[in-house]
T-cell receptor, first 114, second 110 residues
Framework: DADVTQTPRNRITKTGKRIMLECSQTKGHDRMYWYRQDPGLGLRLIYYSFDVKDINKGEISDGYSVSRQAQAKFSLSLESAIPNQTALYFC?????????????FGEGSRLTVL | QKEVEQNSGPLSVPEGAIASLNCTYSDRGSQSFFWYRQYSGKSPELIMSIYSNGDKEDGRFTAQLNKASQYVSLLIRDSQPSDSATYLC??????????FGQGTELSVKP
């Protein structure tokens, strides 16, 4: 099983619908992140959490919210999806203690908003 | 202006050649720099990290850092078709999170 698991892997939805992307990890890392990837734009940080009680906005947080339910779980919500939120979403974790900058990514969740 | 800039490519090189990938960053306080590789349809994976000015070699990969010029590069020697991927430059900001460039697509032709 993957160390960082994202569900769903693919989702097609309609404008205005509420969507939740879930991420769970078995690596025991405190730090978790949600990134969005669009062609030609690389990875852009949406939200990040350095521990269960810590939630921070990234560079493109508008239209998104997150919940850190436990050390191992970090969910991303789109309260009212819009077409320009169509993208590939990655959850990632990192080890605070080692602080090598290495992110461990999930396999991605491809979201299409019609 | 994006904080981390890369040429988006695509960069095409023949098999056996040296591929040179470049990255500039805007935050002079950045201390940690990384190269990730992403195969099509896959998630990114770390291939190199560099923290000091100069070169760091790992097999066929060499990372180069020049903090005065705010410039990071990745050289791939003896390029192979299996090196064809998108290469993402990442810089750790002073808040401890990674900021990524837009990625450079590399194609190695047999």
């Amino acid at each position: 099983d993957a160390d960082v698991t994202q569900t769903p892997r693919n989702r097609i939805t309609k404008t205005g619908k509420r969507i939740m992307l879930e991420c769970s990890q078995t690596k025991g890392h405190d730090r978790m992140y949600w990134y969005r990837q669009d062609p030609g734009l690389g990875l852009r940080l949406i939200y990040y959490s350095f521990d269960v009680k810590d939630i921070n906005k990234g560079e493109i947080s508008d239209g998104y919210s997150v919940s850190r339910q436990a050390q191992a779980k970090f969910s991303l919500s789109l309260e009212s999806a819009i077409p320009n939120q169509t993208a590939l979403y990655f959850c990632a974790t990192s080890d605070q203690d080692r602080n090598t900058g290495e992110l461990f990514f999930g396999e991605g969740s491809r979201l299409t908003v019609l | 202006q994006k904080e981390v800039e890369q040429n988006s490519g695509p960069l095409s090189v023949p098999e056996g050649a040296i591929a040179s990938l470049n990255c500039t960053y805007s935050d002079r306080g950045s201390q940690s720099f990384f190269w990730y590789r992403q195969y099509s349809g896959k998630s990114p994976e770390l291939i190199m990290s560099i923290y000091s000015n100069g070169d760091k070699e790992d097999g066929r990969f060499t990372a180069q850092l020049n903090k005065a010029s705010q410039y990071v590069s990745l050289l791939i020697r003896d390029s192979q078709p299996s090196d064809s991927a998108t290469y993402l430059c990442a810089v750790e900001d002073q808040g401890g999170k990674l900021i990524f460039g837009q990625g450079t697509e590399l194609s190695v032709k047999p």
